[in-house]
């Protein structure tokens, strides 16, 4: 015999508007707003992790900023698209760009 299935007769409106409610601050607290501390999103955290497990120090030879990121989105970061892990990069290594707080 079939399960006997149970629906909720809700409007659209107040479905949706919970769940862009529920993700919009799941956004802001775990990826738009830096930690309180060490100031760092967790994009730019996977990055800096990243460049740790392999010994990528200021004292070894050039590396490609292509293969960082590769790992990065390989072994860490959950979201699709290199190009949110290349901008984190390269406002981590701007000066003026990047504020510890």
């Known amino acids: 015999m079939a399960a006997e299935e149970k629906y909720l007769d809700l409007p ?6 919970d ?7 799941y956004i802001i607290q775990d990826r738009a707003l830096p930690d309180a501390r060490d100031g ?8 800096l992790f990243a460049m740790h ?3 990528n120090t200021h004292d070894k030879g050039f590396r490609k900023s292509a293969k960082t ?7 860490y970061h959950p979201h699709g698209g290199d190009s949110s892990v290349y901008e984190a990069m390269v ?5 003026w ?5």
């Open 12 to 17: 659209l409106e107040d479905v949706m508007g």
């Open 91 to 95: 406002r981590l290594s701007q000066t």
């Open 40 to 47: 760092l999103k967790p994009v730019q955290r996977r990055i």
């Open 19 to 25: 769940r862009f409610g529920r993700y919009s601050k």
């Open 53 to 55: 497990e392999e010994k």
């Open 69 to 75: 990121v590769g790992t990065v989105i390989g072994n």
């Open 97 to 101: 760009n990047f504020a510890m707080y």
